[in-house]
């Protein structure tokens, strides 16, 4: 399961948004305390209590949970799993609710609450990424989902990335291009099959290599952007990639200039390629005459005079 957190200073527009989805049979309420079913309505319920902490700036936290495409849950489960995943954060009577989104293949809800509780005091925000990470593998277990390896699903996030999930309900693309490169690279290998693997995923990479056609990094183009190995996950640097792949230490870069895949170093393919094609007619390799002399060669060589009559 994959959590995603941000926090925020207007519930408006989350309210809004999740609404919408609601409003389209994209998303239904799981649950909530709130006591009114209208946007402005509950933004009004949250605001009454965060007035308890005029000076919080950021009092609005919006969390999504998605589970892997394999795993689903009911949704009395997912209403459970919500509200402990609530409680695990330490949010304890304050404003909540909880939607669950139909608008994608894999399961996910999202859950807007307060941090700012009714007695007046604050949810800390202290680690709470990695009190999340941990958290979320506990409830893996308890509700016997899927449990992931630590750091195996992605490097951390960029803000604009959990903004654009949390928004559109969509998983990151970059997380998206591990998953593939992830589900591909299980079996070891050629660098070939590799690529033709990832081409049926719409994924193209792109070889970095010397003029000797030693490899020294890879980068993936997934939906109009490129990537390298390392900004998708460490685990997918070049160094980590090549323990996996056959034929990894050296390609022909000749090779690799006709497939398109060699990136700053085509100029110097091209040289070694045009220095590397053999001779037509090589006249320094060719048999002495009886006077010791190569005449091939004199008569390339030497220049012509002409005779006066």
């Not at 807007?112 to 941990?134: I, L, M």
């Not at 693997?197 to 970095?208: P, Q």
Request: proline fraction near 2%; glycine fraction near 6%; hydrophobic fraction near 30%.
């Amino acid at each position: 399961m994959i959590s995603k957190q941000v926090k925020g200073k207007d519930f408006f527009n989350v309210l809004k948004y999740n609404q919408g989805k609601v409003d389209k049979g994209e998303a239904i309420v799981l649950d909530t305390n709130l006591a009114s079913r209208k946007v402005v309505m509950q933004t009004k319920e949250f605001n009454v209590v965060r007035q308890l902490r005029p000076n919080l700036s950021k009092a609005v936290y919006h969390t999504s949970l998605s589970l892997p495409y394999s795993d689903s849950l009911s949704d009395e489960e997912f209403t459970n799993l919500g509200k402990d995943y609530l409680k695990g954060m330490g949010f304890i009577d304050t404003n909540y609710i909880i939607y669950k989104h139909l608008d994608r293949d894999h399961r996910h809800i999202h859950i807007v609450a307060n941090r700012v509780k009714f007695s007046g005091d604050v949810v800390s925000d202290s680690q709470d990424y990695k009190r999340s990470e941990a958290l979320v593998r506990k409830l893996e277990l308890k509700y016997s989902l899927t449990v992931l390896e630590k750091n195996k699903e992605s490097n951390v996030l960029s803000k604009g990335e959990i903004e654009k999930c949390l928004r559109t309900g969509e998983a990151p693309e970059r997380l998206e291009l591990q998953r593939i490169i992830n589900e591909i690279i299980k079996h070891n290998q050629s660098i070939f099959e590799f690529e033709k693997k990832l081409k049926e995923k719409k994924v193209s990479i792109k070889l970095n290599a010397s003029s000797e056609g030693k490899i020294s990094g890879i980068s993936f183009e997934y939906k109009g952007k490129t990537y390298k190995g390392s900004q998708v996950n460490r685990k997918l640097s070049w160094s980590k990639l090549k323990t996996k792949l056959y034929e990894q230490n050296r390609i022909n870069p000749i090779i690799l200039q006709n497939t398109g895949k060699i990136g700053k170093n085509q100029q110097e393919a091209r040289r070694v390629r045009k220095t590397s094609e053999p001779n037509s007619f090589n006249y320094s390799q060719q048999p002495k005459t009886d006077l010791g002399e190569n005449r091939g060669a004199e008569q390339v060589n030497k220049p012509r005079v002409r005779r006066r009559r």
